[in-house]
């Protein structure tokens, strides 16, 4: 007579199955996983939840240029910073700081950057759907990145936006026909230095 396993068997071999399967080493990567990857992941991983009451760790920067090292400053030296057309720009009431390098009378060169608070479900969710439409992330300087370029539809340049998300600041970059080289690693390291 065959005997049929109780309730609490089952359960336990399941309870069994999920924590051997959660001690499974992990394949090795391939280029395409691990860049496609490096959002999920990020989530996989449960943190602190932050609350109202509890001030953000990073302070947001309030200066544009001071963003920014003297080598990146000299790539943007012929473009105005802030133009009141590109309103709003600088600090905002709820501490974020917006720049806009760029002149309005251009038709596409300018870039705009946006320094914020943001949580990170909400940072990952972003992240995930940016990477959905085609961006490559992956985890530098103790954050996640992401970023993508394209053609612009109606000029000859390229447009790109780059995000970095860190210790709950959010640092989204967008750009047309203006990429100055480590412009987001400057950034970075102001912020997080």
Known sequence: MR???????VAASLLLLTALTACAPDPAPETSAATSSAVAEQTATPGPTPTATVAPAVALPTD??????????????D???????FA????QSDGSLI??????S????????TISHMNRGPALDAMNAFRDKGATCYTPDEGTRCERTWQNKQ?????GR??????????????????PEGYTSSVVAHVFG
């Open 162 to 179: 780059t995000m970095f998300w860190r210790d709950g600041v959010m640092i989204d970059t967008q750009y047309s026909n203006l990429a």
């Open 3 to 9: 005997r049929i396993p109780s309730a609490a068997a």
């Open 99 to 104: 720049c806009v390098w760029g002149s309005p």
């Open 79 to 85: 473009q105005p910073l802030n133009d009141k057309a």
């Open 64 to 77: 544009c240029r001071a963003i920014v090292s003297a080598a990146v400053l000299a790539q943007l030296q």
């Open 155 to 159: 000029y000859p340049v390229t447009d």
């Open 106 to 113: 251009a038709d596409t060169t300018n870039l705009t950057t």
């Open 88 to 91: 709003p720009t600088g600090v």
